[in-house]
C-alpha cells in the first residue's frame, strides 16, 4: 500500500512537471507568434502576456494542485530577511548593466532600435516614461510570476532541481529574443541571451531561499530601472 501511494504521488510529479514544461513553452510561442509575426500594437501585446502568463498557471495551481493561489506560489513563506539578497543582487545588476553598456556602447545603433521601437510598438519619447514604468513594475511582476513563480519552483519543488534552472532559464532567455533579434548583429544576441541565461539561473537561486518569487521580483524591478534609465537617457 505504502509503495502504491509513493507511486502515486511520483505519477502526480511527472504529470505537474510535464504540464509546466509543454504550457509554458506554448504560451512562449503563441506571445512570439503575436508579438513577431502578427506585429500587433503594445497594448494588443500587453493583453496577451497577461493572460497567457497567468491562465496556465492558474489551471495547475487551482486545477490539479487543487489548492489557493497564495500557497500555491507560496506567498506566505515571505521572509523579510531574504529580501535583502534580491535587493543587493539588484544593486549589482544595476553595476552591471551600466557597466556592460558603457563598454558596448560603440556597438549598438541606438537610433536603429528607437525607430525599431517606434515602428513595431508605437513606443516614442512622449509614452516612453509610462512604457517604462510599465515594464518596470508590471512586466517585471508577470515575468517573475511565470519564469520563477511557475516554471521554476514547481519544478525544483517536484525534485528536479537541475531540470528547473535549466530549462526556466533556457525559456526566459529564448523568450526575450524577438525584442533585440532585429537590434544586434549575431556575436551581440548570442552574449544577450548567455547573459539572460546566468540572470534567470542567479534569480532562480535567490528564490530558493524563500520558495517563492518575491525576491527575484525585487532585483527585477531595479534591473528595470537601469535599463529604462538608459533608454531614456540615450534613445530619446
Given at each position: 500500500m505504502l509503495n502504491t501511494m509513493k507511486d502515486i504521488k511520483?505519477?502526480?510529479?511527472?504529470?505537474?512537471?510535464?504540464?509546466?514544461?509543454?504550457?509554458?513553452?506554448?504560451?512562449?510561442?503563441?506571445?512570439?507568434?503575436?508579438?513577431?509575426?502578427?506585429?500587433?500594437?503594445?497594448?494588443?501585446?500587453?493583453?496577451?502576456?497577461?493572460?497567457?502568463?497567468?491562465?496556465?498557471?492558474?489551471?495547475?495551481?487551482?486545477?490539479?494542485?487543487?489548492?489557493?493561489?497564495?500557497e500555491?506560489?507560496?506567498?506566505?513563506?515571505?521572509d523579510r530577511k531574504t529580501l535583502g539578497l534580491g535587493i543587493a543582487l539588484g544593486a549589482f545588476a544595476v553595476a552591471i548593466l551600466f557597466g556592460t553598456f558603457m563598454f558596448l556602447r560603440r556597438y549598438i545603433d541606438m537610433p536603429a532600435i528607437a525607430l525599431d521601437l517606434s515602428n513595431k510598438s508605437k513606443v516614442t519619447a512622449g509614452n516612453y516614461l509610462f512604457v517604462g514604468g510599465y515594464l518596470t513594475i508590471v512586466n517585471s511582476f508577470?515575468?517573475?510570476?511565470?519564469?520563477?513563480?511557475?516554471?521554476?519552483?514547481?519544478?525544483?519543488?517536484?525534485?528536479?532541481?537541475?531540470?528547473?534552472?535549466?530549462?526556466?532559464?533556457?525559456?526566459?532567455?529564448?523568450?526575450h529574443i524577438g525584442i533585440f533579434k532585429s537590434w544586434f548583429?549575431?556575436?551581440?544576441?548570442?552574449?544577450c541571451l548567455l547573459g539572460l541565461f546566468i540572470t534567470g539561473v542567479v534569480l532562480s537561486y535567490v528564490d530558493t531561499k524563500s520558495h517563492n518569487f518575491l525576491n527575484s521580483w525585487v532585483t527585477h524591478i531595479m534591473a528595470n530601472i537601469a535599463i529604462v534609465f538608459i533608454g531614456y537617457k540615450f534613445l530619446f
Open positions: 511520483k505519477k502526480q510529479k511527472y504529470l505537474f512537471v510535464g504540464y509546466i514544461i509543454l504550457s509554458s513553452i506554448l504560451c512562449a510561442t503563441i506571445l512570439f507568434t503575436v508579438e513577431q509575426i502578427l506585429m500587433v500594437d503594445y497594448l494588443t501585446k500587453t493583453v496577451s502576456k497577461v493572460i497567457l502568463f497567468t491562465i496556465c498557471p492558474l489551471i495547475l495551481i487551482k486545477g490539479l494542485m487543487k489548492t489557493t493561489l497564495r500555491g506560489l507560496n506567498i506566505e513563506l515571505v508577470l515575468e517573475e510570476f511565470f519564469f520563477r513563480g511557475y516554471i521554476f519552483i514547481n519544478i525544483y519543488k517536484c525534485g528536479f532541481k537541475k531540470l528547473a534552472y535549466i530549462f526556466s532559464s533556457a525559456l526566459f532567455a529564448l523568450y548583429n549575431m556575436e551581440l544576441i548570442i552574449l
